[in-house]
C-alpha cells in the first residue's frame, strides 16, 4: 500500500518533470526563431539603409548637376540680353 502510494508519487513527478522539459525545450525553440527573424530583419534593415544612401549620393550628384546648369543658363541669359 505504501509502496503503490510511493510509485504513484513518483510518477506525478516523472510526468512533471518532462513536462517541465517539453516547456523549456519550447522556450529555447522559440527564442531561437525570434533571433533569427531579429537577424534577418537586421539584414534587411542594413540593406535598405544602404541602398537609400546610395539613392541619396546619386540624388545630390543630379541636384548639383541641375544647380550648375542653371547658373550657366542664367549667366548666358545674362549676356543675351546685355
Keep these: 500500500m505504501l509502496t ?4 504513484g508519487i513518483l510518477e ?4 512533471l518533470k518532462d513536462s517541465i522539459i517539453f516547456n523549456l525545450e519550447s522556450k529555447s525553440n522559440n527564442f531561437e526563431s525570434i533571433l533569427l ?3 534577418n530583419q537586421l539584414n534587411l534593415s542594413q540593406e535598405l539603409s544602404k541602398k537609400l544612401q ?14 550648375g546648369a542653371g547658373i550657366i543658363l542664367a549667366a548666358g541669359a545674362v549676356i543675351i540680353l546685355k
Design 4 to 7: 503503490d502510494t510511493k510509485i
Design 12 to 15: 506525478q513527478k516523472l510526468v
Design 37 to 39: 527573424t531579429k537577424q
Design 54 to 67: 546610395t539613392d541619396l549620393k546619386k540624388q545630390k550628384a543630379k541636384t548639383k548637376l541641375f544647380g
